[in-house]
């Protein structure tokens, strides 16, 4: 080793405690653990740095570059995930210089793409609220309040309620949980903090959900289960009461709050119908009816999609049309008798 090079080891060991072998205690990771399963677009991380760090942290996902400066010696951030393995490298540099690195692996779980159903064999569920996180207690509240376990008055909500933002003084889970309502619509138990309305805080795993999803959706959509199950033909997921195959319990980009745009999440399981030539009776066998990329002639605004013509959820006909009409030739003539 050079003078110079010792040197300058010398001064990084005396500033960060380095150990003779290079690695350092710069960085302390609080959460997540190494190999975690996540569910959710997103990882919230915690992590401290020793005392008189005046650095930067730098976070790469996929080795896709997100510089942080943050002051302070606990630093809780989130980063965005893709589906399947994400390698998440937290470095921490002084003047110009990496002092510490910490890489982990995570695996983003999703049930839509087949391929990313199950995780590796290494990859574990990590209930965050399940294990002993005192050290978060310093700053953050962990049990649940009187207020949090009020039920929320959900016959004042109105569609509209999901753009408001009440903020920390409602919620508990707020200082940790704030991102959940960054998406474009937010759900209207979930925009007014009713978190324990669908998460139990006495159950175990602790805030676990009544399964299956209907169980839990219909508390509150009465209505829809009435009309869904007088129907003679419900589509398979809804049977299963599977909601959240399609839909986001919180808050999502698309209308209704859907997992994907509306053709894309009917694709994603009916490959088949992908290929733009859904073949609509023998009129069809060679050409298809277009299942996009026109205008709905019966929503205004609307763009013509498989839920055009099929109803999400259940209906009277074994196709699920959308609409009550007595045959295909009506069903046809709904948008083309003009
Ligand atoms: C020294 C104080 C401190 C400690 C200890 C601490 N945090 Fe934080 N945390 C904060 C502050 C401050 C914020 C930002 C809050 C805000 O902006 O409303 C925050 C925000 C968060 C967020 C939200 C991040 C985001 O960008 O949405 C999460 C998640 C979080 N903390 C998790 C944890 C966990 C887990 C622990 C324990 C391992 C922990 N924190 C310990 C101070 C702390
Ligand atoms: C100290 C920060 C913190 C607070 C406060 C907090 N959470 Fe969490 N919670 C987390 C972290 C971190 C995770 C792991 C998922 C992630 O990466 O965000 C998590 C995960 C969860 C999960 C998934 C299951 C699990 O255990 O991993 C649920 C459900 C949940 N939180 C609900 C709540 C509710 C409801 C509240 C309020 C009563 C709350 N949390 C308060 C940090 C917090
Ligand atoms: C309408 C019911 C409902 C409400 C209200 C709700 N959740 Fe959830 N939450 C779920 C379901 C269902 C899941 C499981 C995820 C799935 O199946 O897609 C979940 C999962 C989670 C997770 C795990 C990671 C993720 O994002 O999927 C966290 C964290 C969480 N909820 C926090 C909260 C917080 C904080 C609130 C209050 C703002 C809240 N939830 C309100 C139904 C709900
Ligand atoms: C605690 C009561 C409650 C629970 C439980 C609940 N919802 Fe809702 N939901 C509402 C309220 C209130 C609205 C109206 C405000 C809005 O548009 O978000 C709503 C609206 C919706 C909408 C939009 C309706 C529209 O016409 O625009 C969808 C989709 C939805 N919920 C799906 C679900 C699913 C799926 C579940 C189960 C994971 C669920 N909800 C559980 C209260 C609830
Ligand atoms: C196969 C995907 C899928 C499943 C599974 C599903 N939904 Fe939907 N849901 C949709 C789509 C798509 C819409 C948007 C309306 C449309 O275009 O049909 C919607 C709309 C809604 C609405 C708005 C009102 C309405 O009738 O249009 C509610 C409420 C709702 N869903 C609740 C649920 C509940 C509760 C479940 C579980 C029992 C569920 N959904 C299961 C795809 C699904
Ligand atoms: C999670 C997977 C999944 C998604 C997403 C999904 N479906 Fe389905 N769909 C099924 C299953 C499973 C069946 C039942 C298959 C069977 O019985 O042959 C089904 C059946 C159907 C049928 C009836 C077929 C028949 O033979 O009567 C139609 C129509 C349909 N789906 C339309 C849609 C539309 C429109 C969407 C988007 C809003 C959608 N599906 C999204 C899984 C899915
Ligand atoms: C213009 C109306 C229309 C549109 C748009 C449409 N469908 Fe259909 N679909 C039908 C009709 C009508 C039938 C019944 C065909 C028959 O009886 O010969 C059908 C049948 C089906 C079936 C059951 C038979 C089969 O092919 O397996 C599925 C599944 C289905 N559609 C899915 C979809 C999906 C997914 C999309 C979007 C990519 C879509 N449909 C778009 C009208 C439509
Ligand atoms: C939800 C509305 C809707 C329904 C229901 C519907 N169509 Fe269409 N159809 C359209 C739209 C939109 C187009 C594309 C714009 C156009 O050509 O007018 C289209 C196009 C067509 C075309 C021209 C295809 C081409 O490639 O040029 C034919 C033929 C057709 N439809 C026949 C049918 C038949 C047969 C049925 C009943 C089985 C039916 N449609 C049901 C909306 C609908």
Redesign the pocket.
């Known amino acids: 080793m050079s003078v110079k090079k010792f040197c300058a080891t010398l001064v990084l060991v005396l500033l960060f405690n380095l150990t003779a072998d290079g690695s350092s205690k710069v960085l302390t990771l609080h959460y997540p653990p190494d190999k975690s399963v996540v569910?959710?677009d997103y990882m919230s991380i915690s992590l401290s740095t020793i005392e008189g760090f005046d650095g930067h942290l730098k976070v790469e996902v996929n080795k896709d570059e997100t510089t942080k400066i943050l002051p302070g010696q606990f630093r809780c951030f989130r980063v965005a995930l893709y589906p399947g393995i994400n390698t998440i490298d937290l470095l921490a540099e002084s003047g110009g210089k990496s002092v510490d690195q910490i890489s982990i692996t995570v695996f983003r779980r999703s049930s839509i793409i087949s391929r990313y159903r199950i995780p590796p064999p290494e990859f574990t569920m990590a209930f965050f609220h399940m294990q002993d996180h005192s050290e978060c207690t310093g700053c953050h509240v962990l049990d649940p309040t009187e207020a949090d376990r009020k039920p929320a008055n959900i016959l004042k909500l109105s569609a509209k309620s999901g753009n408001e933002m009440p903020g920390s003084s409602v919620?508990t889970?707020y200082s940790c949980?704030k991102g959940?309502l960054s998406d474009k619509y937010v759900?209207g138990?979930?925009a007014v903090?009713?978190?324990l309305?669908?998460?139990d805080p006495d159950s175990d795993p602790r805030y676990s959900?009544k399964r299956p999803?209907s169980d839990?959706?219909y508390e509150c959509h009465l209505e829809e289960m009435k009309i869904w199950s007088s129907k003679k033909y419900v589509h398979g997921p809804v049977n299963l009461g599977k909601c959240?195959i399609c839909h986001?319990?919180?808050a999502s980009d698309y209308p209704f709050y859907l997992l994907k745009q509306s053709w894309d999440l009917c694709v994603s399981c009916h490959v088949d119908s992908a290929t733009g030539k859904h073949v609509i009776g023998d009129a069809f066998s060679t050409k298809g009816h277009p299942t996009r990329g026109y205008p709905d002639p019966l929503r205004k605004g609307g763009e013509l999609v498989c839920a055009s013509c099929h109803n999400s959820h259940a209906s009277s006909f074994p196709n699920l049309w959308k609409y009550e009409v007595e045959s295909l030739f009506d069903l046809c003539q709904k948008c083309h008798n003009k």
């Open positions: 569910e959710s919620s889970c949980h959940i759900h138990p979930v903090w009713s978190c309305s669908c998460h959900v999803d839990m959706c959240t986001k319990p919180h």
